[in-house]
């Protein structure tokens, strides 16, 4: 099962956790076979965020919302339940810091192939 | 036939619902399952006879409904998927013995109390998937709609299903914060029945009753000290129940309960239960909770009771878990060991922190203590304050009789 740790920081605060750590952290996870993807972002100053209302494209700077902690990296991960999920997520780094949010990946492919396989079965 | 089908029902019902959850991975399967077993064995029991090991046979028997559902349901889903379903299922090696059927219980439990889950679900998941109350009688005993508490299962189960939450008890560097989600949601139910208990309704299901059940269920499962030490506080505090109020549903405090009243079966048990938790050296604030309840039910009155000993079981308790409402109560203790004027003076400092200032036993102590100092304008605020804070109906008619009592 894929889980999306999303990596929250504020990162107005002095930052504690080391690149170094995030580094090692990322490279073991990696070699155990559970780590499917991961990036660190840029600061949320980079952000741009798109929207479409009535097919017309507009463009705002900065997040959606103004929060506490702003999204600072992501791993998408594969465990076999939310236990070793939470297990992964709690030694990821920045979980001392700031927090982790654990959400499962809704299988959408996996789920339309086989109302398609349905279809041809009926 | 059927009231032996009733009987092994009550009995064995949720063991064998554990099971299924653990074998079908899903508490909705599981409960469809459970009822066609049942069905079966209404059916085929009164032919065949009621077989030698009837937990086992409905095991097996909700596993078989769950397969068949499962290929029947098998048209609408991907084929691969629902093959390697039925073998997993057909897979499981015979019927366990009766340690795995206990595991089965346990898992359940843990399930329930998954910290991913809010605690208001862990309280409602719990009531219904292992004690097995109805939705409706969860609603009515925490005063709430029965769809609001319908719909707060069906979140939960839900979650468990798309997050996956496991079906599996912690592993042991896991466990104690596991267990403390556990005792908790326990000691909820046990103190909204407390709670209750005073109340005017009657059509409650007991709480505390079914918190004690639980509370002995997982310390049969798994004698970790501090489920024994909340055990023996549940009970302890529950030997005292028909003490604790008047005929007239009025509220009688600790020093002035009929001590004859206390349930001396239910002190025993909890005394031994703190004996054995203290005993281990890794018990926590449930056993030392345990402990103070304990001193106060071997007392033969509120005079006769070892007041120091409850200061320093309140010091040890400080030191574990720092709280201002324990602080309180060892303001209560350190009143009766050194008089009301040291307890006072404990109350109007922590009374002057801020943190308790909506809490009504805070003022209601600080009351109670310039009362006995003969203090009556204080007091008169300070019963004030309580009544207008209080809840429950027995407490705030307390706290009224006592400023009553101060104006005359």
Same mark, same amino acid.
């Given at each position: ?34 780590? @499917? ?12 965020? /798109?929207? $479409? ?70 | 036939?059927?009231?032996? $089908? ?43 006879? $009621? ?7 409905? /095991? ?6 769950? @397969? ?7 048209? !609408? ?31 359940? @439990? ?74 908790? /949601?326990?000691?909820? $139910? !046990? ?15 007991? =709480? ?5 059940? =639980? ?62 938790? =203290? ?12 402990? @103070? ?104 008619? !307390? ?10």
């Amino acid at each position: 099962m894929k889980y999306l740790c999303l990596v929250y920081l504020d990162e107005s605060a002095p930052q504690h956790v080391a690149d170094s750590d995030c580094l090692a952290y990322d490279a073991a996870i990696r070699a155990s076979g559970h780590c @499917i993807a991961s990036e660190a972002l840029q600061p949320v100053r980079t952000a741009t965020t /798109v929207r $479409v209302r009535n097919g017309q494209v507009s463009v705002t700077d900065g997040p959606f919302a103004e929060t506490k902690e702003q999204l600072a990296g992501f791993y998408l991960i594969d465990a076999k339940d939310l236990d070793e999920a939470i297990a992964l997520a709690a030694r990821i780094p920045p979980a001392q810091e700031g927090s982790v949010e654990v959400r499962p990946i809704r299988p959408i492919r996996e789920i339309a192939s086989q109302s398609g396989a349905s279809v041809a079965h009926g | 036939m059927r009231a032996t $089908v009733a009987a092994i029902y009550r009995a064995e019902s949720r063991r064998v619902f554990a099971t299924l959850v653990r074998l079908l991975g899903d508490l909705d399967l599981a409960e469809e399952a459970l009822h066609d077993a049942f069905r079966a064995a209404l059916e085929q029991w009164p032919r065949d006879g $009621v077989p030698t090991n009837p937990r086992a046979w409905l /095991v097996s028997a909700g596993r078989f409904k769950a @397969i068949d559902g499962i290929r029947r349901r098998a048209r !609408f889903v991907a084929i691969e998927h629902v093959a390697e379903q039925v073998d997993a299922l057909a897979d499981e090696t015979a019927e366990r013995d009766d340690e795995g059927i206990e595991d089965d219980r346990l898992r359940l @439990i843990f399930t329930c109390c998954h910290p991913a889950l809010s605690p208001d679900a862990q309280v409602a998941l719990t009531l219904r998937e292992v004690c097995d109350l109805t939705t409706e009688e969860i609603a009515r005993a925490f005063l709430s709609a029965a769809p609001t508490l319908a719909q707060r299962i069906v979140r939960a189960k839900a979650k468990i299903r798309d997050a996956r939450i496991p079906y599996q008890v912690p592993t042991p560097d896991e466990l104690p914060q596991r267990l403390d989600s556990v005792l908790r /949601v326990i000691y909820l $139910v !046990f103190n909204e029945g407390y709670m209750a208990s005073a109340g005017e309704s009657l059509t409650r299901i007991d =709480l505390s009753g079914e918190a004690i059940r =639980l509370g002995r269920l997982l310390v049969e499962l798994l004698p970790e000290p501090e489920a024994m030490g909340l055990l023996a506080l549940m009970l302890l505090q529950e030997s005292r129940r028909a003490a604790r109020t008047t005929e007239t549903g009025d509220l009688v405090l600790l020093n002035d309960q009929d001590r004859s009243l206390w349930n001396r079966d239910q002190i025993a048990a909890g005394l031994a239960l703190v004996e054995r938790a =203290l005993a281990s050296r890794r018990f926590g604030s449930y056993t030392l909770q345990a402990a @103070i309840a304990a001193v106060h039910a071997d007392a033969p009155s509120a005079d006769a009771t070892d007041w120091a000993e409850i200061v320093g079981l309140y010091d040890v308790l400080l030191r574990a878990t720092p709280s201002p409402i324990v602080e309180l109560n060892r303001a209560v203790a350190v009143a009766m060991r050194d008089g009301p004027a040291a307890g006072l003076a404990i109350v109007d400092e922590l009374l002057a922190r801020g943190n308790l200032d909506d809490y009504h036993l805070a003022h209601a102590t600080q009351a109670d203590l310039c009362r006995r100092l003969g203090k009556t304008v204080e007091a008169r605020a300070a019963y004030g304050r309580a009544a207008a804070l209080a809840q429950q109906g027995p407490e705030r008619r !307390f706290l009224e009789r006592r400023l009553a009592e101060l104006e005359n």
